[in-house]
């Protein structure tokens, strides 16, 4: 899966710089100002669309990982929950030895 990822952005950037090296030519960008006045600046196509490429490709970064912090605060609150269940349960249940194995497919125990 990895490598379909490193082919695909390859794939991106090559496409993008292509673009942009055939769209060599100026253009104007308009931004407004604090007051209704116009401010116009002009700059190459090229750096245009690389600007907003990176642009993108921080703002989709910086969502993914807001995304990571909050499943591994989600998965640390759950690992407290267990943790925390597996002591009552100990507690409760004194005379049984409890062990806890992780999750392993291949062994099933026949019901």
């Known amino acids: 899966m990895s490598t379909l990822k490193y082919i695909f952005f390859i ?48 703002l989709a970064w910086f969502f993914e990982l807001f ?16 943790e925390w269940l597996e002591k009552e349960l100990s507690r409760l249940n004194p005379s049984s030895n409890v062990s806890v194995e992780p999750d392993n497919p291949t062994s099933l125990s026949n019901i």
Do not use: W
């Open 11 to 58: 794939s991106l950037i090559i496409f993008i710089s292509l673009f942009a090296a055939k769209n060599m030519h100026t253009v104007e960008v308009h931004f407004f100002d604090g007051s209704s006045a116009e401010r116009t600046i002009k700059v190459p196509a090229m750096v245009l669309v690389s600007c907003a490429f990176v642009f993108g490709f921080l």
């Open 67 to 82: 995304a990571q912090f909050k499943l591994k605060a989600d998965l640390r609150e759950k690992q407290k929950k267990i």
